[in-house]
């Protein structure tokens, strides 16, 4: 009990101390909105929305504990080193802020690397190249790489999807490689008619199960690695997303992720270079452990005995398992419940395709953050700083009926099939809605339903309701997926502005705080407005936010649109045909009717300090937030792909 004092006594000194020395963050037009936690340190903010964890070395740590991820995706490729930093009082890690490393090869965001290190020190990076491995010695002086070298692999039946390299206790490499099962998982047609559920609502082709192959090798200065098949090819769903070694006591280990969450345990034979058969990792409460976002590549962290365990990354951010070193009865390895890894002076972070609305949520007369993701969580930001200077910190999950908000499609109700299962896109929009005062919350998301979390709770402590059904004519309001509804008052009612099943912008109206009446589709003089030019997945996304950007005193339309996006036609519409390249974008949609009868003009890009905002293919979301400086101000506050949140001052934007 004495120990626990003294530590806990520690932990408040250092905590005030740190505060004592960081100053609040300053916004900056045209750039992210900066971690506001007064420790210095928040959520790790990963530059991409899509990638992997490489591994461990020691790059200027003693030991492997320097981390280094790969980004696979056009925002935000390439390969990235976190030093480390230390642990925070609750034990979590703590890494510098990323260096980026160039890589000895045009780097398209194609080739998955790892990062290994030798008995000697010698670190490695190893890519896959098509059916082949290709390696180059790592310099930890210029973070520099040696000209890549080539390893051959003999064994598979066919190519692999993904590959470790994991260090043996007699200096040896054991190379594991992920293969599919053979069959038929699609039609085989073009995007975006590739993609469809049969009457009686199933996937009409196999989910495809992945299974493990491996063979060792002295060293990776190897002309060829010969494998074999150490699996059965039913280990797990879409992918297995890497591999992990650890040790329980004299035994081996290794930990896999996985595309739906789940973390694969097995015990390796160092000897024969076999595997047991699959357990699982799991929870002190005896239940599987599941990722909490989209994908688990993994790495495994060692401080110490009481301080390691695994590290995931994947849409969602990176995720701390501390290990507990006990394996249960049936052969399972029990670990804590995730906890995210920290980051020294982050960015405002929220996990992948935040999509924020503006609120003052907690009754403090500060603006806070409510954000929506493609994990399907809805977060709360605290500003604890003012409104002129806002400080957002590390986000709490928002709560419905008791529960954390997870939206999750499943087997049935993503439209791109059951391996989008993890995929919740929730796009939430704040407004009190049923005007009792308090603040609710109207949502989309990817199952392409509209629904309303009424508050029933007080103006400083907030409580939501189970989310609740928007009816139209009785039936559940319908429409296409992934839309941020606009929602304000026009006139004297309430407004409700989303994707029809046409893919064209329709307005309703209120009638309760359940239902709502058609108001017809929205027009452009005379023509509807289109959303996308393609069909099937491509389809909805936009993000409407309902304000009078112009100052007439009519409401006008900024709609926040992914790269594929056609508006108001498939002919000339907006970002497809955007100069001199398209991109994700807000467009400004001017309203010259009135605001019961609205009818708008051809939307225009809106630029940022004259230059068109271009942020990434995946959809965006932007809101108005009078926050910053000046006496009204009306600036803009855009969610991105790689989960953080753009600030514009008005005055640096046009169209």
């Known amino acids: 009990m004495k120990t626990k004092t003294v530590l806990l006594v520690l932990s408040v000194m250092w905590q005030m101390l740190v505060h004592a020395q960081v100053k609040l963050p300053m916004l900056a037009s045209g750039e992210a909105i900066p971690n506001g936690n007064p420790t210095g340190y928040g959520r790790l903010s990963v530059p991409f929305y899509n990638g992997?964890?490489?591994?461990?070395?020691?790059?200027?740590?003693?030991?492997?504990?320097?981390?280094?991820?790969?980004?696979?995706?056009?925002?935000?490729?390439?390969?990235?080193?976190?030093?480390?930093?230390?642990?925070?009082?609750?034990?979590?890690?703590?890494?510098?802020?990323?260096?980026?490393?160039?890589?000895?090869?045009?780097?398209?965001?194609?080739?998955?690397?790892?990062?290994?290190?030798?008995?000697?020190?010698?670190?490695?990076?190893?890519?896959?190249?098509?059916?082949?491995?290709?390696?180059?010695?790592f310099n930890k002086k210029d973070y520099s790489f040696s000209e890549l070298k080539r390893i051959n692999i003999k064994g598979q039946p066919r190519g692999y999807s993904n590959f470790g390299i994991l260090p043996l206790k007699d200096g040896t490499w054991q190379f594991l490689f992920v293969v599919g099962e053979e069959g038929v998982f699609s039609n085989n047609k073009e995007f975006p008619k590739m993609i469809t559920y049969n009457a009686e609502g199933f996937w009409p082709y196999d989910l495809r199960k992945m299974g493990i192959f491996g063979g060792a090798a002295h060293s990776l200065?190897?002309?060829?690695?010969?494998?074999?098949?150490?699996?059965?090819?039913?280990?797990?769903?879409?992918?297995?997303?890497?591999?992990?070694?650890?040790?329980?006591?004299?035994?081996?280990?290794?930990?896999?992720?996985?595309?739906?969450?789940?973390?694969?345990?097995y015990q390796l034979d160092e000897k024969k270079g076999r595997l047991s058969p699959r357990k699982f990792a799991i929870g002190t409460d005896g239940l599987l452990l599941r990722n909490p976002g989209?994908?688990?590549?993994?790495?495994?962290?060692?401080?110490?005995?009481?301080?390691?365990?695994?590290?995931?990354?994947?849409?969602?951010?990176?995720?701390?398992?501390?290990?507990?070193?006990?394996?249960?009865?049936?052969?399972?390895?029990?670990?804590?419940?995730?906890?995210?890894?920290?980051?020294?002076?982050?960015?405002?972070?929220?996990?992948?395709?935040?999509?924020?609305?503006?609120?003052?949520?907690?009754?403090?007369?500060?603006?806070?953050?409510?954000?929506?993701?493609?994990?399907?969580?809805?977060?709360?930001?605290?500003?604890?700083?003012?409104?002129?200077?806002?400080?957002?910190?590390?986000?709490?999950?928002?709560?419905?009926?008791?529960?954390?908000?997870?939206?999750?499609?499943?087997?049935?109700?993503?439209?791109?099939?059951?391996?989008?299962?993890?995929?919740?896109?929730?796009?939430?929009?704040?407004?009190?809605?049923?005007?009792?005062?308090?603040?609710?919350?109207?949502?989309?998301?990817?199952?392409?339903?509209?629904?309303?979390?009424?508050?029933?709770?007080?103006?400083?402590?907030?409580?939501?309701?189970?989310?609740?059904?928007?009816?139209?004519?009785?039936?559940?309001?319908?429409?296409?997926?992934?839309?941020?509804?606009?929602?304000?008052?026009?006139?004297?009612r309430m407004a409700y502005i989303t994707l029809d099943k046409d893919d064209e912008f329709h307005l309703y109206w209120q009638l309760d705080k359940y239902n709502l009446e058609d108001g017809g589709k929205l027009k452009m003089g005379d023509k509807n407005i289109r959303g996308n030019k393609l069909g099937g997945g491509t389809v909805g996304r936009a993000k409407f936010e309902i304000v009078d950007w112009d100052g007439d005193g009519i409401k006008d339309l900024l709609v926040g649109t992914y790269g594929k996006q056609s508006i108001p036609d498939t002919i000339s519409g907006l970002p497809i045909h955007m100069k001199p390249k398209r991109g994700s974008t807000i467009l400004f949609m001017k309203n010259k009717g009135t605001d019961v009868k609205p009818n708008y003009e051809f939307p225009k890009v809106l630029k940022f300090k004259g230059q068109n905002i271009s942020l990434g293919g995946h959809e965006i979301g932007g809101c108005i937030a009078a926050i910053g400086g000046g006496k009204t101000p009306m600036n803009l506050i855009v969610g991105i792909e790689t989960g953080v949140f753009m600030f514009y001052e008005r005055k640096d934007l046009s169209w």
């Open 294 to 492: 989209v994908h688990s590549s993994p790495a495994y962290f060692y401080d110490s005995e009481e301080n390691q365990g695994l590290i995931t990354v994947g849409e969602g951010g990176l995720y701390y398992y501390k290990n507990t070193s006990k394996i249960d009865a049936k052969g399972n390895l029990i670990m804590e419940q995730p906890k995210h890894v920290l980051q020294q002076n982050p960015k405002l972070y929220g996990g992948s395709l935040v999509i924020p609305s503006m609120a003052d949520w907690d009754g403090d007369g500060k603006l806070d953050i409510i954000s929506g993701n493609s994990m399907g969580f809805l977060f709360f930001y605290k500003n604890i700083g003012t409104n002129e200077q806002p400080a957002f910190i590390d986000p709490e999950p928002l709560v419905a009926d008791g529960k954390i908000i997870h939206v999750q499609p499943g087997y049935r109700e993503d439209i791109q099939g059951p391996g989008e299962a993890r995929w919740g896109y929730t796009s939430p929009n704040v407004i009190d809605w049923d005007g009792d005062g308090l603040l609710d919350i109207i949502t989309g998301d990817s199952r392409g339903k509209f629904m309303v979390y009424l508050n029933i709770g007080t103006k400083t402590k907030p409580k939501l309701d189970r989310e609740h059904t928007l009816y139209l004519d009785g039936l559940d309001m319908y429409g296409t997926w992934r839309t941020r509804p606009g929602v304000a008052k026009l006139g004297n």
């Open 221 to 265: 200065d190897v002309a060829q690695v010969n494998i074999e098949q150490l699996t059965e090819l039913n280990q797990a769903l879409f992918t297995i997303d890497g591999f992990a070694k650890l040790s329980v006591g004299n035994n081996s280990y290794v930990l896999s992720g996985t595309r739906l969450g789940n973390i694969l345990f």
């Open 52 to 137: 992997h964890n490489m591994g461990f070395a020691a790059v200027a740590s003693s030991t492997q504990k320097d981390l280094f991820l790969q980004g696979t995706d056009g925002h935000g490729r390439g390969t990235y080193l976190y030093l480390y930093k230390g642990l925070s009082p609750d034990g979590i890690p703590i890494f510098a802020e990323p260096i980026k490393i160039k890589v000895p090869f045009e780097d398209k965001g194609d080739n998955r690397g790892l990062i290994v290190q030798d008995k000697d020190g010698q670190i490695y990076g190893v890519w896959a190249f098509g059916a082949t491995l290709r390696y180059a010695k």
